[in-house]
């Protein structure tokens, strides 16, 4: 198993351009989850799924977009990027069903807009 | 939601000292769990506490559950260059976690 997976690693952006981080789990994992990572601020949560078909915002939703058309994908999308959103993205999956509900994290990708 | 705040930010060690990282809620959690993260890795999970007055042992990593439920601590026996890394603390709620901003740990050989 991949576990989760994400691309690109790492993205250069410019103020006003748009993009999708791609986040792919083949654990068939019900929950997935989108954070961010800012330096000495823990993770924040962005958004998150509970199956497919249904997301919902979480912490700090605005600026991004999420869709969840499969079990497998979880797409990010950044549009109109600003430097604000200059970070580090993980984006993580949790059975739903297991006695601890632990989250399994991707390598994350890490994003400079200037 | 949930707010779990951790002290030290930093905590820096000599290899073969013991430390301790603690977190904190202002509300009551129904449980906390430890994740890890090596320096440009991402969060791995450690462990979970439920139960009141609980403490779980792994190998030279002792946690503990408070009492009232709102404080979680990480003690760290024996320090290795291996401990290296940011240590979270993270309440979850149902199937959500809000994390602490996390102890990132440096030890000195």
């Known amino acids: 198993n991949a576990g989760v997976t994400q691309t690109p690693k790492f993205r250069i952006l410019k103020i006003g351009q748009s993009m999708t981080l791609q986040c792919t789990q083949d654990m068939n994992h019900n929950y997935m989850y989108w954070y961010r990572q800012d330096p000495g601020m823990g993770l924040k949560l962005i958004y998150y799924s509970v199956g497919a078909g249904i997301t919902d915002k979480g912490e700090v939703p605005n600026g991004y977009n999420v869709s969840r058309s499969t079990t497998e994908d979880f797409p990010l999308r950044l549009e109109l990027a600003a430097p604000s959103q200059t970070s580090v993205y993980f984006c993580?999956?949790?059975?739903?069903?297991?006695?601890?509900?632990?989250?399994?994290f991707g390598p994350g990708t890490r994003l400079t807009v200037l | 939601g949930q707010q779990v705040m951790q002290i030290p930010q930093y905590q820096h060690v000599q290899e073969g000292e013991d430390f301790t990282t603690y977190c904190n809620s202002s509300?009551?959690?129904?449980?906390i769990q430890w994740y890890k993260q090596r320096p440009g890795g991402h969060p791995v999970f450690l462990i979970q506490l439920v139960k009141s007055g609980e403490v779980k042992k792994q190998k030279r990593l002792t946690f503990q559950f408070g009492e009232a439920k709102k404080n979680s601590s990480l003690h760290i026996t024996a320090t290795q260059t291996t401990d290296v890394g940011t240590y979270f603390c993270?309440?979850?709620?149902?199937?959500?976690?809000?994390f602490g901003a996390g102890t990132t740990v440096t030890v000195r050989a």
């Open positions: 993270a309440g979850r709620d149902d199937y959500k976690l809000s």
């Open positions: 509300t009551t959690l129904s449980n």
């Open positions: 993580a999956s949790s059975t739903g069903t297991s006695r601890y509900n632990e989250q399994f």
